[in-house]
């Protein structure tokens, strides 16, 4: 029985270990909010603010800690006081503070808390460092915090740009902090070097509750390292500010790791998360998220470059005029076709469409994000060199450049009309080198996007529609002509034929003008009275 005892008091002490790192949920309704270092915490907010929090036996090599809250879309405050002050709180759906800790301290206390209306749902953690790691944001001149480890993210329908104040080296309890701009050498923060990371959320997925969980695998050092992308590498003399491509509707997350190469100890700042859309606001909401064809796409591309950067008008208005532009220029290629039958202007604009897709395909790659490609000048030159040598290089059989472009092009619409309705990353490749068109800033961003289950399914649907497009034509077309005569030139034979030709029963059709006046004639007579026929006398009693 003894050992039966042990036996059970051994499991016992065993699920008390596993629910301790595991994540620990509550209220706030309850008053006190204890933390643990380096266990997630769950709980909702209400209002009024603050709600205390506090942290108990802290470790005596413990010389700083990062505090940080996490919400969906609701704005939340972590204060070091029950009274707000702007550089004593941060507010925001990724908070953070550094507390310093003073020698032979071994509790901290704080404060938590929201303005809004509704309860905001919470994750927070508490993240412990020594004197050798380095402090993020210990050397912060822009934001208000003294120290602020917060990572600052601004999006526009172009671009999402982070920021982020520079970090300081680390000292130990009691001693005064190294001055941030005493020296350029290598015993100051100047040798720390920036690791910028980015992490993707599975697509189409908007959900508090995965957000919240996917968050873990960005809040420490290596976590980040084993999960997300790093994207650049600063250095301190570099401008703590990078930017990237706004996908809209398409979770990502952001964060820094500081890392000093001196000692070979690292920090990480508090993520930031976004959308690039609003889950409260009406436009930009998370929840929206032939030859006449190559004529269009040529016509209202370019349009639309022109309206947006030159008129003030709304999204809505763009896209009508844009689609009014598109049918424009998609009825001038065919009435060129029609009338003249000038083969090499149709074809180039043919060639220019499919060039401009095999361009926009080869910068959504990583190449891409070279640096010499963030100059405007570099890239557009690159570019459009591309794009017109797809029309050259097959200048010299113009059907087969038909049938590819039909093919290549026609899937890649199912695509974009699937991404309408389906997230997928590949409806990108046209679309941000539209975005480097109509905004300035958008070069220095980088253009990164998830791939994941939906687009690879996408990208073989693609594929199989463009090769079965493309030999579908290619044996439909195979004895034809390479191209037939432009329609008014047959018109016009048929013409000449008709009026040459008594034996033909065509000759015997009166003219168009005589047609349409006994239509006319035929048309009128339905509102005409019908005449009485012959003459009606009265009967003699």
């Known amino acids: 029985m003894g050992l039966l005892q042990l036996l059970v008091v051994a499991v016992l002490a065993s699920e008390r270990r596993v629910a301790g790192a595991a994540e620990v949920f509550g209220n706030s309704s309850e008053g006190l909010i204890e933390f643990s270092v380096g266990k997630f915490r769950y709980f909702e907010l209400n209002r009024p603010f603050p709600e205390e929090a506090v942290l108990h036996d802290i470790s005596s090599n413990v010389t700083f800690l990062i505090f940080q809250i996490?919400?969906?879309?609701?704005?939340?405050?972590?204060?070091?006081?029950?009274?707000?002050?702007?550089?004593?709180s941060e507010t925001g759906t990724a908070?953070?503070?550094?507390?310093?800790?003073?020698?032979?301290?071994?509790?901290?206390?704080?404060?938590?808390?929201?303005?809004?209306?509704?309860?905001?749902?919470?994750?927070?953690?508490?993240?412990?460092?020594?004197?050798?790691?380095?402090?993020?944001?210990?050397?912060?001149?822009?934001?208000?915090?003294?120290?602020d480890p917060n990572i600052y993210l601004e999006y526009n329908f172009f671009e999402t740009t982070i920021k982020f104040a520079p970090a300081n080296l680390g000292y130990a309890r009691g001693v005064d902090p190294p001055p941030c701009d005493a020296g350029m050498d290598q015993d100051s923060r100047w040798r720390l070097q920036y690791d910028v990371y980015q992490y993707f959320l599975p697509e189409n997925d908007l959900t508090e509750e995965l957000l919240l969980k996917q968050l873990q695998r960005m809040i420490g050092v290596p976590q980040v390292k084993a999960n997300a992308l790093k994207v650049v590498t600063l250095t301190a003399n570099d401008k703590t500010s990078i930017s990237f491509s706004s996908l809209l509707g398409q979770g990502v997350i952001y964060n820094v790791i500081v890392w000093d190469p001196f000692l070979n100890t690292s920090a990480a700042y508090v993520p930031a998360h976004t959308y690039a859309c609003s889950f409260e606001a009406g436009e930009g909401s998370c929840a929206s998220l032939e030859l006449f064809f190559i004529g269009f796409i040529i016509m209202g591309f370019f349009f639309y470059i022109l309206i947006t950067r030159l008129t003030p008008i709304k999204y809505d208005v763009h896209l009508i005029l844009t689609a009014v532009a598109g049918s424009v220029g998609g009825m001038f290629l065919v009435a060129v076709w029609w009338r003249f039958g000038i083969l090499s202007i149709c074809m180039l604009c043919v060639g220019l469409v499919l060039g401009f897709l095999i361009s926009s395909v080869t910068f959504f790659t990583p190449l891409g994000n070279l640096k010499i490609f963030h100059d405007d000048g570099v890239f557009w030159v690159t570019f459009s060199c591309i794009a017109i040598l797809i029309p050259v290089v097959f200048m010299g059989c113009l059907r087969i450049l038909n049938i590819l472009t039909c093919g290549v092009i026609g899937s890649y619409s199912v695509v974009l009309a699937v991404g309408s309705y389906l997230s997928t990353s590949l409806s990108y490749i046209t679309l941000n080198v539209l975005k480097r068109a109509l905004n300035k800033d958008f070069h220095r961003a980088f253009t990164?996007?998830?791939?994941?289950?939906?687009?690879?399914?996408?990208?073989?649907?693609?594929?199989?529609?463009?090769?079965?497009?493309?030999?579908?034509?290619?044996?439909?077309?195979?004895?034809?002509?390479?191209?037939?005569?432009?329609?008014?030139?047959?018109?016009?034979?048929?013409?000449?034929?008709?009026?040459?030709?008594?034996?033909?029963?065509?000759?015997?059709?009166?003219?168009?003008?005589?047609?349409?006046?006994?239509?006319l004639t035929q048309f009128k007579e339905l509102f005409q009275k019908e005449q009485p026929a012959g003459e009606r006398t009265p009967l003699l009693l």
């Open 448 to 519: 990164n996007v998830p791939f994941q289950t939906n687009d690879f399914i996408i990208l073989a649907v693609w594929g199989m529609l463009a090769v079965s497009g493309i030999t579908l034509q290619i044996r439909r077309e195979r004895g034809r002509p390479f191209f037939p005569p432009h329609p008014y030139k047959l018109w016009k034979q048929e013409r000449e034929r008709r009026v040459t030709n008594i034996l033909d029963p065509s000759y015997h059709i009166p003219p168009l003008r005589e047609r349409l006046y006994g239509r």
């Open 70 to 88: 996490h919400s969906q879309y609701q704005n939340t405050t972590v204060s070091f006081s029950p009274t707000l002050l702007s550089n004593a």
């Open 95 to 147: 908070s953070g503070l550094v507390f310093i800790l003073r020698p032979e301290q071994s509790t901290y206390t704080w404060y938590l808390g929201t303005s809004g209306i509704e309860p905001v749902q919470n994750m927070a953690i508490l993240l412990s460092y020594s004197e050798r790691d380095p402090i993020p944001g210990g050397c912060n001149l822009e934001f208000d915090l003294d120290i």
